[in-house]
């Protein structure tokens, strides 16, 4: 479904589908508007905290959620590198190039 023009960057409420709002603004809002409404119980999807769903819809909303392909690219990540095609990858090497100062070698003093 597209958004009318002027509406790409809104999303709507789920505690009160009058309520339209900017996705830069929607965590404040879903804090206030649960608040005001503690008569509606909705569940947390685990892939977004944004995305805020009846408990009857967890299964479906999880296995559709727009934001769970970033989450399962972070977890299996595959490295594009063409020799190592098919695996995590890995990186087993000590990073530190240059060893810590040794700090009892100052002859400064204070």
């Known amino acids: 479904m597209s958004k009318l023009p002027g509406y790409e960057n809104t999303v709507v409420c789920p505690y009160n589908k009058c309520h339209i709002i900017l996705k830069s ?3 404040t809002h879903l804090i206030k508007c649960a608040k005001q409404h503690p008569e509606i119980v909705l569940e947390t999807c685990r892939f977004d905290v944004t995305h805020k769903f009846p408990a009857a819809e967890r299964n479906s909303h999880e296995a559709e959620c727009p934001s769970r392909e970033n989450f399962d690219r ?3 990540s595959v490295s594009t590198n063409n020799t190592n095609t098919g695996t ?3 990186s087993t090497t000590n990073t530190r190039r240059n060893p810590p100062p040794n700090y009892d070698d100052d002859d400064e003093d204070w």
Do not use: D, E, F, K
Request: aromatic share 22%; proline share 0%; no cysteine.
């Open 88 to 90: 995590a990858s890995q």
């Open 74 to 76: 972070y977890l299996y």
């Open 25 to 27: 603004r929607i965590q």
